[in-house]
C-alpha cells in the first residue's frame, strides 16, 4: 500500500475546512480583487465561484492635460465598473506598457520593449489559467500594447485552449460620443475629450484644466499629421481625432455617463463571448 505522508493529509484537511462556495457569486464573497484572498480561500473561489478574471493593461505616458497614468486610471476603473456584472475577479494590473516612441522623452513617460512586454503578458495569463481562470478579460488602456498581447493571447490559447478578450476601449462602440457628446463618431485621438471623460469620471482632479486653460486647447493639443509624415517627436502630447475636435469638455456628469456606457458595452461584449465559448466547448462532453 502506497504510504501517504502526514503533510499532504494536512493538506487536504485544510482544504476541507475552507467553505464551500458552490452556491455565491463574486459578489457575494468578501473581496473581487484576486490579490486580497489567501491561497487557500482563492483555491475554494477559482472554479467554483468563477472562472473568470479582469486584467487591466495600460502604461505610463505624456497626455497633454490628462495625467501620465491616464493609460492606468481607464481600464483599472472599467474593471470596477463591471466586475459584478460579469461575475469575475480582477487581478493586479499591469501598469507599464510600450509607450510610444514620439512621446517618450516627455517627463514621466515610461516605455517597456514590445518583446519584453510579450514575455511578461505571457507569463502572467499562464498562471492566472494555471490557478483556474478559464475566460480571461483584458482591458487595454493603450494601443502601444495591442500587438504583443495579442501574440501572448494567441500563444496561451493554443497551449492551453482557455478563452481570451482584449478590449480596446478607444477603438470600440464609436457611437458612444455622439450619444452623450452628440460628437462625430470616429476612433478617440489621444488625451483628447474622450480619454478625458474616462478619466474624470474615475476622478476630475486627473485632468488638469488650469494648465489646460493656460496653454490654450490648441497648443495643448493638435490634430494628427497626415500618413506619410513623421515627427520626433510628436508636435504636441494631446492628439484630437481631427482639426477642430476632441477638445476637452469638463462637464463631469457627461464624462461619467459615457464611461457607463463604455462599460456596459465591454461587460455585454465579454458575457457574449463567455456565452458561445462555454457552448463551442460542448464538442469536448
Not at 465561484?49 to 495625467?67: F, K, Q, Y
Not at 503578458?121 to 490557478?131: A, I, Q
Amino acid at each position: 500500500m502506497k504510504r501517504v505522508s502526514t503533510r499532504s493529509i494536512g493538506f487536504v484537511v485544510l482544504l476541507l475546512a475552507v467553505p464551500s462556495f458552490s452556491q455565491k457569486a463574486v459578489k457575494d464573497l468578501k473581496f473581487h480583487h484576486l490579490q486580497e484572498y489567501c491561497w487557500m480561500r482563492l483555491a475554494g473561489v477559482v472554479p467554483e465561484v468563477t472562472d473568470r478574471i479582469i486584467l487591466p493593461i495600460g502604461t505610463v505616458e505624456s497626455h497633454g492635460a490628462c495625467a501620465i497614468g491616464t493609460d492606468n486610471f481607464i481600464p483599472a476603473h472599467l474593471a470596477e465598473q463591471i466586475w459584478e456584472r460579469c461575475n469575475a475577479l480582477i487581478a493586479p494590473a499591469i501598469n507599464h506598457g510600450v509607450t510610444g516612441a514620439s512621446i517618450s522623452q516627455f517627463p514621466g513617460s515610461i516605455t517597456v520593449r514590445p518583446e519584453v512586454f510579450e514575455e511578461y503578458l505571457y507569463d502572467v495569463l499562464k498562471d492566472l489559467v494555471r490557478t483556474g481562470f478559464r475566460n480571461v478579460l483584458i482591458i487595454n488602456g493603450h494601443g502601444g500594447n495591442t500587438d504583443p498581447a495579442k501574440k501572448a493571447i494567441t500563444r496561451l490559447h493554443q497551449e492551453t485552449g482557455a478563452h481570451f478578450m482584449i478590449v480596446d476601449w478607444w477603438t470600440v462602440a464609436f457611437n458612444i460620443v455622439n450619444e452623450v457628446y452628440g460628437a462625430k463618431a470616429q476612433q478617440s485621438g489621444h488625451g483628447d475629450m474622450e480619454e478625458a471623460a474616462l478619466v474624470m469620471a474615475f476622478d476630475p482632479a486627473l485632468v488638469d484644466r488650469e494648465m489646460y486653460e493656460r496653454l490654450g486647447k490648441d497648443n495643448v493639443g493638435s490634430a494628427r499629421t497626415e500618413t506619410g509624415v513623421v515627427l520626433m517627436p510628436a508636435w504636441a502630447t494631446t492628439a484630437y481625432p481631427e482639426k477642430g475636435a476632441g477638445y476637452l469638455d469638463f462637464d463631469v456628469v457627461k464624462a461619467k455617463a459615457y464611461t457607463a456606457k463604455k462599460a456596459d458595452y465591454i461587460a455585454q461584449t465579454f458575457l457574449e463571448a463567455v456565452k458561445r465559448w462555454e457552448m463551442m466547448e460542448g464538442w469536448k462532453k
